[in-house]
């Protein structure tokens, strides 16, 4: 079982960017898919993007569409979320997931992923 940690969470002004990271702590990321989701105050969490173990990406939040991008770093045990145009709304906690198999399609679901890490926050504020 890995353990995952993300890092690079901030504080932001709105029109911002941001890279977050997850890395494992325990184990490798390489035979996993990897999801980014993020729970703003109030709200469920939600799907922002997921890379297949093939480094297939698909976006799950439309609000990000064209703004983010999900990668992966198999060699560095690392996956990462860059995130530009941020705007208040990206606000939130930020978690990183990973699940072996699923089936297709339901990488944006968040009952598939079996490994979470325990969240960076993301403040976009003037």
């Known amino acids: 079982q890995v353990q995952l940690v993300e890092s690079g969470g901030a504080l932001v002004q709105p029109g911002g960017s941001l890279t977050l990271s997850c890395t494992t702590s325990?184990?490798?990321?390489?035979?996993?898919?990897i999801g980014w989701f993020r729970q703003a105050p109030g709200r469920e969490r939600e799907g922002v993007l997921y890379?297949?173990?093939?480094?297939?990406?698909?976006v799950c939040a439309d609000s990000v569409r064209g703004r983010s991008t999900i990668s992966r770093d198999d060699a560095k045990n690392t996956a990462y979320l860059q995130m530009s145009n941020l705007q208040p709304e990206d606000t939130g906690v930020y978690y990183c997931?990973?699940?072996?198999?699923?089936?297709?399609?339901?990488?944006?679901?968040?009952?598939?992923?079996?490994?979470w890490g325990q969240g960076t926050q993301v403040t976009v504020s003037s």
């Open positions: 997931a990973t699940y072996w198999w699923a089936p297709a399609g339901s990488g944006c679901k968040r009952d598939v992923y079996e490994n």
């Open positions: 890379i297949s173990s093939r480094g297939s990406r698909t």
């Open positions: 325990r184990g490798s990321l390489d035979t996993f898919a």
